[in-house]
T-cell receptor, first 107, second 114 residues
Framework: QQPVQSPQAVILREGEDAVINCSSS?????VHWYRQKHGEAPVFLMI?????EQKGHEKISASFNEKKQQSSLYLTASQLSYSGTYFC????????FGTGTSLTVIP | EAQVTQNPRYLITVTGKKLTVTCSQN?????MSWYRQDPGLGLRQIYY???????DKGDVPEGYKVSRKEKRNFPLILESPSPNQTSLYFC?????????????FGPGTRLLVL
Protein backbone atom coordinates (compact mmCIF):
# COMPACT_ATOMS: atom_id res chain seq x y z
CA GLN A 1 0.00 0.00 0.00
CA GLN A 2 2.98 2.28 0.56
CA PRO A 3 3.87 4.11 -2.64
CA VAL A 4 7.32 3.32 -3.99
CA GLN A 5 9.65 6.16 -4.87
CA SER A 6 12.66 6.22 -7.13
CA PRO A 7 15.47 6.90 -6.95
CA GLN A 8 16.15 6.16 -3.28
CA ALA A 9 18.89 8.75 -3.19
CA VAL A 10 20.39 11.31 -5.52
CA ILE A 11 23.28 13.76 -5.30
CA LEU A 12 23.21 16.90 -7.41
CA ARG A 13 25.45 19.85 -7.96
CA GLU A 14 23.86 23.26 -7.58
CA GLY A 15 21.99 24.20 -10.72
CA GLU A 16 21.32 20.65 -11.86
CA ASP A 17 17.86 19.19 -12.33
CA ALA A 18 16.28 16.13 -10.76
CA VAL A 19 13.16 14.04 -11.15
CA ILE A 20 11.65 12.01 -8.33
CA ASN A 21 9.09 9.36 -9.17
CA CYS A 22 6.24 7.95 -7.10
CA SER A 23 4.33 4.83 -8.03
CA SER A 24 1.32 3.30 -6.34
CA SER A 25 -0.29 -0.11 -6.63
CA UNK A 26 -3.67 1.41 -5.81
CA UNK A 27 -5.81 3.92 -7.65
CA UNK A 28 -4.77 7.47 -6.91
CA UNK A 29 -7.23 10.26 -6.22
CA UNK A 30 -4.64 12.78 -5.28
CA VAL A 31 -0.90 12.87 -4.70
CA HIS A 32 0.87 15.01 -2.13
CA TRP A 33 4.55 15.95 -2.11
CA TYR A 34 6.44 16.92 1.05
CA ARG A 35 10.06 17.70 1.87
CA GLN A 36 11.63 16.89 5.21
CA LYS A 37 14.90 18.16 6.59
CA HIS A 38 16.66 15.86 9.01
CA GLY A 39 14.88 15.74 12.36
CA GLU A 40 12.25 18.27 11.31
CA ALA A 41 8.61 18.00 10.35
CA PRO A 42 7.59 17.36 6.74
CA VAL A 43 6.76 20.54 4.84
CA PHE A 44 4.10 20.72 2.16
CA LEU A 45 5.24 21.23 -1.43
CA MET A 46 2.21 20.51 -3.56
CA ILE A 47 -0.92 18.50 -4.18
CA UNK A 48 -2.01 17.11 -7.51
CA UNK A 49 -5.64 16.18 -7.93
CA UNK A 50 -7.43 13.94 -10.36
CA UNK A 51 -8.46 16.04 -13.31
CA UNK A 52 -5.32 18.11 -13.38
CA GLU A 53 -5.74 20.64 -10.60
CA GLN A 54 -2.59 21.46 -8.68
CA LYS A 55 -2.00 23.41 -5.50
CA GLY A 56 1.35 24.37 -4.18
CA HIS A 57 4.80 25.77 -4.55
CA GLU A 58 5.27 28.05 -7.55
CA LYS A 59 8.86 27.01 -8.18
CA ILE A 60 8.22 23.29 -8.12
CA SER A 61 6.41 21.35 -10.78
CA ALA A 62 4.98 17.88 -10.83
CA SER A 63 2.94 15.57 -12.98
CA PHE A 64 0.22 13.09 -12.17
CA ASN A 65 -0.64 10.18 -14.44
CA GLU A 66 -3.88 8.78 -13.08
CA LYS A 67 -3.97 5.79 -15.43
CA LYS A 68 -0.46 4.67 -14.55
CA GLN A 69 -0.95 5.56 -10.88
CA GLN A 70 2.27 7.53 -10.95
CA SER A 71 3.47 10.99 -10.11
CA SER A 72 6.77 12.74 -10.70
CA LEU A 73 8.29 15.77 -8.99
CA TYR A 74 10.56 18.00 -11.06
CA LEU A 75 13.24 20.04 -9.34
CA THR A 76 14.99 22.44 -11.68
CA ALA A 77 18.06 24.57 -11.14
CA SER A 78 18.57 22.99 -7.73
CA GLN A 79 19.75 25.05 -4.77
CA LEU A 80 21.52 23.98 -1.60
CA SER A 81 18.24 24.52 0.27
CA TYR A 82 16.59 21.77 -1.78
CA SER A 83 18.51 19.13 0.16
CA GLY A 84 16.33 16.85 2.24
CA THR A 85 14.15 13.80 1.94
CA TYR A 86 11.18 14.00 -0.41
CA PHE A 87 8.04 12.03 0.21
CA CYS A 88 5.02 11.53 -1.93
CA UNK A 89 1.75 10.70 -0.22
CA UNK A 90 -1.43 9.12 -1.40
CA UNK A 91 -4.91 9.55 -0.04
CA UNK A 92 -7.82 7.29 0.57
CA UNK A 93 -9.39 6.65 3.94
CA UNK A 94 -5.85 6.45 5.21
CA UNK A 95 -2.84 8.43 4.16
CA UNK A 96 0.26 6.61 2.93
CA PHE A 97 3.63 8.23 2.64
CA GLY A 98 6.01 6.95 0.00
CA THR A 99 9.33 5.25 0.69
CA GLY A 100 11.21 8.55 0.42
CA THR A 101 14.00 9.96 -1.76
CA SER A 102 17.06 11.50 -0.18
CA LEU A 103 18.29 14.45 -2.22
CA THR A 104 21.62 16.13 -1.52
CA VAL A 105 22.69 19.26 -3.34
CA ILE A 106 26.39 20.07 -3.20
CA PRO A 107 28.15 23.29 -4.21
CA GLU B 1 0.31 32.18 14.19
CA ALA B 2 -1.30 29.10 12.66
CA GLN B 3 0.38 26.04 14.08
CA VAL B 4 0.25 22.50 15.37
CA THR B 5 1.89 22.02 18.75
CA GLN B 6 3.02 18.81 20.39
CA ASN B 7 4.16 18.12 23.92
CA PRO B 8 6.51 16.91 25.11
CA ARG B 9 9.12 17.29 22.39
CA TYR B 10 11.38 14.68 23.98
CA LEU B 11 10.46 11.86 26.31
CA ILE B 12 12.36 9.00 27.89
CA THR B 13 10.26 6.44 29.72
CA VAL B 14 10.29 2.83 30.84
CA THR B 15 8.35 -0.13 29.56
CA GLY B 16 4.78 -0.24 30.83
CA LYS B 17 4.52 3.31 32.16
CA LYS B 18 1.49 4.96 30.59
CA LEU B 19 2.11 8.18 28.74
CA THR B 20 0.23 10.75 26.70
CA VAL B 21 1.56 12.94 23.93
CA THR B 22 -0.61 15.99 23.39
CA CYS B 23 -1.39 17.58 20.03
CA SER B 24 -3.22 20.84 19.54
CA GLN B 25 -4.01 22.95 16.47
CA ASN B 26 -5.33 26.50 16.29
CA UNK B 27 -6.59 26.46 12.71
CA UNK B 28 -10.07 25.04 13.35
CA UNK B 29 -9.15 22.02 11.25
CA UNK B 30 -11.51 19.08 11.13
CA UNK B 31 -8.93 16.43 10.26
CA MET B 32 -6.11 15.37 12.57
CA SER B 33 -3.70 12.49 12.39
CA TRP B 34 -0.76 10.83 14.11
CA TYR B 35 2.29 9.37 12.36
CA ARG B 36 5.40 7.60 13.50
CA GLN B 37 8.69 7.75 11.65
CA ASP B 38 11.30 5.04 11.83
CA PRO B 39 14.55 4.62 9.89
CA GLY B 40 14.00 2.47 6.83
CA LEU B 41 10.24 2.42 7.30
CA GLY B 42 9.39 6.04 6.60
CA LEU B 43 6.29 7.74 7.96
CA ARG B 44 3.36 5.54 8.86
CA GLN B 45 -0.09 6.62 9.94
CA ILE B 46 -1.19 5.47 13.40
CA TYR B 47 -4.68 6.96 13.79
CA TYR B 48 -6.67 9.73 12.19
CA UNK B 49 -9.79 11.68 13.01
CA UNK B 50 -12.18 13.24 10.52
CA UNK B 51 -13.96 15.27 13.21
CA UNK B 52 -14.86 15.41 16.89
CA UNK B 53 -15.69 11.97 18.30
CA UNK B 54 -14.72 10.27 14.99
CA UNK B 55 -11.47 8.32 14.96
CA ASP B 56 -10.15 5.56 12.71
CA LYS B 57 -7.18 3.26 12.60
CA GLY B 58 -4.31 3.97 10.31
CA ASP B 59 -1.65 1.56 9.19
CA VAL B 60 -0.04 0.83 12.56
CA PRO B 61 -2.56 1.36 15.38
CA GLU B 62 -1.51 -1.50 17.66
CA GLY B 63 -0.44 -0.31 21.11
CA TYR B 64 -1.91 3.17 20.72
CA LYS B 65 -5.14 4.91 21.66
CA VAL B 66 -6.48 8.30 20.65
CA SER B 67 -9.44 10.48 21.51
CA ARG B 68 -11.03 13.53 19.90
CA LYS B 69 -13.24 15.22 22.43
CA GLU B 70 -12.53 18.73 21.17
CA LYS B 71 -11.82 19.91 17.66
CA ARG B 72 -8.42 21.40 18.50
CA ASN B 73 -6.93 18.49 20.51
CA PHE B 74 -5.95 14.97 19.50
CA PRO B 75 -3.84 13.25 22.18
CA LEU B 76 -1.95 10.03 21.54
CA ILE B 77 -2.00 7.57 24.43
CA LEU B 78 0.42 4.72 24.98
CA GLU B 79 -1.10 2.73 27.81
CA SER B 80 1.76 0.25 28.17
CA PRO B 81 4.72 1.44 26.10
CA SER B 82 7.21 -1.08 24.79
CA PRO B 83 10.70 -0.56 23.31
CA ASN B 84 9.36 -1.11 19.77
CA GLN B 85 7.38 2.11 20.19
CA THR B 86 10.61 4.08 20.38
CA SER B 87 10.18 6.45 17.47
CA LEU B 88 9.71 9.99 16.21
CA TYR B 89 6.03 10.95 16.34
CA PHE B 90 4.30 13.64 14.32
CA CYS B 91 0.84 15.06 14.69
CA UNK B 92 -0.77 16.71 11.67
CA UNK B 93 -3.97 18.51 10.79
CA UNK B 94 -5.77 19.65 7.65
CA UNK B 95 -8.92 21.59 7.06
CA UNK B 96 -11.03 18.72 5.76
CA UNK B 97 -9.30 15.40 5.18
CA UNK B 98 -6.29 14.78 2.99
CA UNK B 99 -7.87 14.38 -0.42
CA UNK B 100 -7.32 17.91 -1.61
CA UNK B 101 -5.90 19.73 1.38
CA UNK B 102 -2.40 19.92 2.74
CA UNK B 103 -1.45 18.59 6.12
CA UNK B 104 0.29 20.85 8.61
CA PHE B 105 2.69 19.03 10.88
CA GLY B 106 3.70 19.58 14.46
CA PRO B 107 7.41 19.72 15.36
CA GLY B 108 7.58 16.08 16.41
CA THR B 109 8.04 14.15 19.65
CA ARG B 110 11.07 11.90 20.12
CA LEU B 111 10.15 8.98 22.35
CA LEU B 112 12.60 6.50 23.84
CA VAL B 113 11.14 3.52 25.70
CA LEU B 114 13.68 1.65 27.82
Amino acid sequence: QQPVQSPQAVILREGEDAVINCSSSKALYSVHWYRQKHGEAPVFLMILLKGGEQKGHEKISASFNEKKQQSSLYLTASQLSYSGTYFCGTTGNQFYFGTGTSLTVIP
Amino acid sequence: EAQVTQNPRYLITVTGKKLTVTCSQNMNHEYMSWYRQDPGLGLRQIYYSMNVEVTDKGDVPEGYKVSRKEKRNFPLILESPSPNQTSLYFCASSSSGTWGETQYFGPGTRLLVL
